[in-house]
T-cell receptor, first 116, second 112 residues
């Protein structure tokens, strides 16, 4: 089974500063990787995903992430944050095995707070 | 708006009762997944259905069961409710070629 570790539970950052939210997963065997954002009292919205191909993935709202297979990491970055980026961010991994079928694993989340 | 709806939005039950939560997927999406999200935690995968067959299940006991219907709706049933079942329950639908899940707003279940 996979495990997904989001290394920072809370990240405060000043408006217009860059930010990196870190994510590591346990196994590099054929996985798909995702970042989701969740605003208060709402469902999850996909920011970006890595399925294959280029290791640098660009998503919505100016976010991007880099897949690093050797370090089993998928860190999320934004060069300049806005107040509206304040939310909870989740890293997720999906894989498949004959024994368990499709599986999805989420990290515990990183709370991003943008300070004016 | 993801086109995925869930009902009810909130629900209060007592320990030992049974509950059914409902999800309406995007039209044409043959895959639906259900998740449990406890307060302050990430979503935990319960199971996934594809064309009315279960094709993946997380580490949840058998009292968590599901159904998917041909009209792109689905249900999550939980028997013998426990206090720890209190959580936000999310469903997500996925098209056959998208590798992207679209989440509903969730049902907040409180077990007293």
């Amino acid at each position: 089974a996979q495990s997904v570790t989001q290394l920072d539970s809370q990240v405060p950052v000043f408006e217009e500063a860059p930010v990196e939210l870190r994510c590591n997963y346990s196994s590099s065997v054929s996985v798909y990787l995702f970042w989701y954002v969740q605003y208060p009292n709402q469902g999850l919205q996909l920011l970006l995903k890595y399925l294959s191909g280029s290791t640098l993935v660009k998503g919505i709202n100016g976010f991007e992430a880099e897949f690093n297979k050797s370090q089993t990491s998928f860190h999320l970055r934004k060069p300049s944050v806005h107040i509206s980026d304040t939310a909870e961010y989740f890293c997720a991994v999906s894989d498949w095995s004959e024994a368990t079928g499709n599986q999805f694993y989420f990290g515990t989340g990183t709370s991003l707070t943008v300070i004016p | 708006e993801t086109g995925v709806t869930q009902s009810p939005t909130h629900l209060i039950k007592t320990r030992g009762q049974q509950v059914t939560l409902r999800c309406s997927s995007q039209s044409g999406h043959n895959t639906v997944s259900w998740y449990q999200q406890a307060l302050g935690q990430g979503p935990q995968f319960i199971f996934q259905y594809y064309r009315e067959e279960e094709n993946g299940r997380g580490n949840f006991p058998p009292r968590f069961s599901g159904l998917q219907f041909p009209n792109y709706s689905s249900e999550l049933n939980v028997n013998a409710l426990e206090l720890d079942d209190s959580a936000l329950y999310l469903c997500a639908s996925e098209g056959d070629r998208e590798n992207e899940q679209f989440f509903g707003p969730g049902t907040r279940l409180t077990v007293l």
